[in-house]
């Protein structure tokens, strides 16, 4: 993640579970194989963001621009989870249906 150190410099520390999140994103380590997303992994990672977004800092003034960000920052991976755990109960019922041939 960019400029996270300009953020630390300030007072403001990313949990460090936050940027190994964002670490998966890094554009610029694409071709490294990474693994795949879980769905219970995912669930942590909003645990611990949930708090941030209710935090003093938060609710300042000068983080008017990051709050809504944020907030459907915690909706998407909310709605992605969502998506993985249906995802993952349809293939487990389609596994099951399959008979030897």
């Given at each position: 993640m960019?400029?996270?150190k300009k953020l630390e410099k300030r007072g403001y520390h990313i949990p460090r579970l936050f940027l190994?999140?964002?670490?998966?994103a890094n554009p610029e380590s694409y071709k490294q194989t990474r693994k795949p997303f879980d769905d219970n992994e995912l669930n942590l990672?909003?645990?611990t963001l949930v708090p941030?977004?209710?935090?003093s800092w938060m609710l300042?003034?000068?983080f008017n621009w990051l709050y809504d960000i944020?907030?459907?920052f915690i909706i998407m991976i909310l709605n992605y989870v969502g998506y993985l755990q249906c995802h993952r109960?349809?293939?487990a019922a389609h596994h099951a249906l399959e008979s030897a041939i």
């Open positions: 960019r400029n996270h190994e999140f964002f670490d998966r990672h909003c645990q941030y977004a209710t935090s300042m003034a000068n944020f907030d459907d109960n349809i293939t």
